[in-house]
């Protein structure tokens, strides 16, 4: 089984300032990971994904975020954040062996205030 | 680029009546999911369905769900006696692949279903 922990449930933050959203998960097997963005009345939007390879994932919007194995985290991160990056944001992970089948965080809501 | 689409967006409806939830999951993929999300609470995987069957579903998902994919372009969720716990937002979700993740989870917009 797997679980996700984000540490941080709400995150304000003055816009043009950087960001991090932390993840931490623990899995008995090799998973998949993701972050997902959740604007208000809106479906669930991937962010980026990491496979395999390198660490560092890039994903749209300026979003990237980083794996780490030993400490099993995989932050979300932008340099600098505009207002419209306002949104929930879920981390979320998949069996490798499944991968449809994905387990969530609670959840981030990020502000960014002018 | 083409999307899941779920109808409708709000539903009302009374406790103990039944409701079918509708989704279109994009044309040529194969995987098909539902997931739900209590107000507040985190997204929670339901069902998965593959080749006219279901392939896994959680705890959650009860003699009072079904799936059924009736006409090789919709992909239902039925709840046949509502109870207000199962007030939720509903995701459908569909993927072409099979343990590859090339193809991620494309959801769709959700339908918030309220039970009064």
């Known amino acids: 089984a797997q679980s996700v922990t984000q540490l941080d449930s709400q995150v304000p933050v003055f816009e043009e300032a950087p960001v991090e959203l932390r993840c931490n998960y623990s899995?008995?097997?090799?998973?998949?990971l993701f972050w997902y963005v959740q604007y208000p009345n809106q479906g669930l939007q991937l962010l980026l994904k990491y496979l395999s390879g390198s660490t560092l994932v890039k994903g749209i919007n300026g979003f990237e975020a980083e794996f780490n194995k030993s400490q099993t985290s995989f932050h979300l991160r932008k340099p600098s954040v505009h207002i419209s990056d306002t949104a929930e944001y879920f981390c979320a992970v998949s069996p490798r062996t499944n991968a449809g089948k994905s387990t969530f965080g609670d959840g981030t809501t990020l502000t960014v205030k002018p | 680029e083409p999307e899941v689409t779920q109808t409708p967006s709000h539903q009302v409806t009374q406790m103990g009546q039944e409701v079918i939830l509708r989704c279109v999951p994009i044309?040529?993929?194969?995987?098909f999911y539902w997931y739900r999300q209590i107000l507040g609470q985190k997204v929670e995987f339901l069902v998965s369905?593959?080749?006219?069957?279901?392939?896994?579903k959680s705890e959650i998902f009860d003699d009072q769900f079904s799936v059924e994919r009736p006409d090789g372009s919709n992909f239902t969720l039925k709840i046949r006696s509502t109870k207000l716990e199962d007030s939720a937002m509903y995701f459908c979700?569909?993927?072409?692949?099979?343990?590859?993740?090339?193809?991620?989870?494309?959801f769709g917009n959700g339908t918030r279903l309220t039970v009064t």
């Open positions: 369905f593959y080749n006219n069957e279901i392939s896994e």
């Open positions: 979700a569909s993927r072409t692949a099979g343990t590859g993740v090339d193809s991620p989870l494309h």
């Open positions: 899995s008995s097997v090799s998973v998949y």
């Open positions: 044309s040529n993929h194969l995987y």
